[in-house]
């Protein structure tokens, strides 16, 4: 089971990146989804999560309406879509995995992609 995080760059703020996740060695579709972050001297948080069994959502208020969480089973790749960046979103940004998971309460996620580098800055 390997997850791959992918689509972090540089934007200014106002802007928009898409991040996604590869999954390999299993079916997404089977697994919720959920994308964390972490700045710089701060605690890891959770940002977003797609649950497995109805597709539920969970968003951190602080993103709630500017950030979308997706996936595509046949792809096998899940995504965050963020819009209208702001600086304080400037973190690395992780995806997770747990099989037949929901988003809450929340629990641990057993699978980890690599982090991606989302630097929010005129």
């Known amino acids: 089971v390997q997850l791959q995080a992918s689509g972090g760059g540089l934007v200014q703020p106002g802007g928009s990146l898409r991040l996604s996740c590869a999954a390999s060695?299993?079916?997404?579709?089977?697994?919720?989804i959920a994308w964390f972050r972490q700045a710089p001297g701060k605690e890891r948080e959770e940002v977003a999560c797609?649950?497995?069994?109805?597709?539920?959502?969970y968003y951190k208020d602080s993103v709630e309406g500017r950030f979308t969480i997706s996936r595509n089973n046949a792809k096998r790749t899940a995504y965050l879509q963020m819009n209208s960046l702001k600086p304080e979103d400037s973190a690395v940004y992780y995806c997770?995995?747990?099989?037949?998971?929901?988003?809450?309460?929340?629990?641990?996620?057993?699978?980890w992609g690599q982090g991606t580098q989302v630097t929010v800055s005129s």
């Open positions: 797609l649950s497995s069994y109805d597709d539920s959502t």
């Open positions: 060695g299993f079916a997404l579709d089977y697994y919720a």
């Open positions: 997770a995995a747990k099989v037949f998971g929901v988003c809450r309460p929340p629990g641990p996620y057993t699978d």
